[in-house]
């Protein structure tokens, strides 16, 4: 089974910066994509970047600039480097894992959720 567990969540104020970090374990190897999404209270989840191998990423438009994802392969560990800060920003962050691209696993059966980390911005 695989398991995802997020850290590096908190509180700060708006301009300051955290790093979010996810480890995948269990049976998963060269995972496709790897992600962060958002939920906000009252909200719907969104995502917020991914980085898809080798080294492709994506993130959503109101956190370019702003925030850096990237992967340490080896160690099946995905970060989110959020600096600046805003208030907007506050979410329940949750990693994704997709273990194949879309044509080889087209319903995403191998995808994988973790329970979330908590992101607070105060102004």
């Known amino acids: 089974q695989v398991q995802l567990v997020e850290s590096g969540g908190g509180l700060v104020q708006a301009g300051e910066s955290l790093r979010l970090s996810c480890a995948a374990s269990g049976s998963i190897s060269n995972i496709n994509t790897m992600g962060w999404y958002r939920q906000a209270p009252g909200k719907q989840r969104e995502l917020v970047a991914t980085?898809?191998?080798?080294?492709?990423?994506k993130y959503t438009d109101s956190v370019k600039g702003r925030f850096t994802i990237s992967r340490d392969s080896a160690k099946n560990t995905v970060f989110l480097q959020m600096n600046s800060l805003k208030p907007e920003d506050k979410a329940v962050y949750y990693c994704?894992?997709?273990?194949?691209?879309?044509?080889?696993?087209?319903?995403?059966?191998?995808?994988?959720w973790g329970q979330g980390t908590q992101v607070n911005v105060s102004s």
């Open positions: 980085i898809t191998a080798p080294d492709s990423t």
């Open positions: 994704n894992v997709r273990q194949y691209d879309r044509t080889t696993d087209p319903i995403g059966k191998y995808n994988y």
